[in-house]
């Protein structure tokens, strides 16, 4: 029987992204310093006993069978601002929670927003829930203004010019309790958009673009 990720077996999907061992230990532990900021939508949903995991044919975000709800779970160590939300319901986005995720992930030099794109969202969840943690990502990177994917990439040459981040299609996340590695995994197992693996400066590169990896 197939479970709620669409895969045969979900215990073995899961060791096989996070390099566990055959007892299911890996040693690793996990935090989670986040707020939950929809009180009433957590409280609807904890009432009615839906299940909490988001489920991914891939993870543009149409799901099948299980995915009454979706959430995403980040902080910001640049503006000391957490976000722990509900972002779509039975088959809708919720427009207020998608707000406040794009205030959350605007560009912090300049405090600009841009819209920001919905299959981003579901690739970011999709990934945090085959990771099996309850930590929040930690958000190095959203949405950049062009003149500040500029700034960044004077600096280093591994800042793309037509970066996806200047159309809010993009983050750059990292968690302490999983490895560059594993969040890479997860993230190229939805089999969506794009994914950068950054291993010495710590970070996963997620976008809805085309599929396409790099780095290392």
Known sequence: MKNLYGCVNEDKKRAA????????????????????????????FAATAVVAAPTY???FGFLRGAGDI????????RTGESINTIYWIEGEYIPEAVK??????????????????????????????LL???????????????????LLRSRSRRVARHSLHIEAQAADLRLKSRSVAQMARAAKS???????TYTRSNFVHMDCGDIRTWGG
Do not use: Q
């Open 190 to 196: 939805c089999n969506a958009g794009g994914v950068g």
């Open 132 to 150: 099996d943690v309850s930590e929040p990502y930690m958000m190095l990177s959203g949405y950049r203004t062009p003149e500040t994917n500029a």
């Open 100 to 129: 406040e995720i794009t205030y959350f992930m605007r560009d912090w030099r300049s405090g600009r927003t841009k819209d920001i794109d919905v299959r981003t969202i579901d690739i970011m969840a999709a990934t945090h829930s």
């Open 17 to 44: 992204i996070l390099g566990m061992t055959s007892d299911g230990t890996d040693g690793m532990t996990s935090s989670d310093g986040s707020r939950m900021t929809r009180r009433g939508l957590l409280g609807a």
């Open 57 to 59: 044919a891939n993870a």
């Open 70 to 77: 979706r959430k995403v779970s980040m902080y910001s160590g």
